[in-house]
Nanobody, 124 residues
Framework: QVQLVESGGGLVQAGDSLRLSCAAS????????MGWFRQAPGKEREIVAG????????YYPDSVKGRFTISRDNARNTVHLQMNSLKPEDTAVYYC?????????????????WGQGTQVTVSS
């Protein structure tokens, strides 16, 4: 089973950018759907970006569309989440996840493997 380790979180001000990275223990392209999720205190975990196995399909919810970008570095088995124009409401623990399902699932229950999470805090 794939192991995932996130990095890149931190404390930033509104309007700043951050890039999160997810290092996978094995090749993800063609093997896994990759997703980035976040969970704020008292709220449910929600997807912020998803990429299909081959990378041809990408999903963003409206809340981050135009500000967040998911990408994959196949040579390094790493998936990134570039976050621009950050807002205080983006504050959450961010998780990288991998799914063995086909298509591009958007619900947490469809993802089989999870990283430990990295905190992102955006101050106003």
């Amino acid at each position: 089973q794939v192991q995932l380790v996130e990095s890149g979180g931190g404390l930033v001000q509104a309007g700043d950018s951050l890039r999160l990275s997810c290092a996978a223990s094995e090749r993800t392209r063609s093997n896994y759907v990759m997703g980035w999720f976040r969970q704020a205190p008292g709220k449910e975990r929600e997807i912020v970006a998803g990429m299909s196995r081959g990378g041809e399909n990408i999903y963003y919810p409206d809340s981050v569309k135009g500000r967040f970008t998911i990408s994959r570095d196949n040579a390094r088995n790493t998936v990134h989440l570039q976050m621009n124009s950050l807002k205080p409401e983006d504050t959450a623990v961010y998780y990288c996840a991998a799914s063995v399902f086909t298509g591009l699932p958007t619900l947490p229950r469809s993802y089989n493997y999870w990283g430990q999470g990295t905190q992102v805090t955006v101050s106003s």
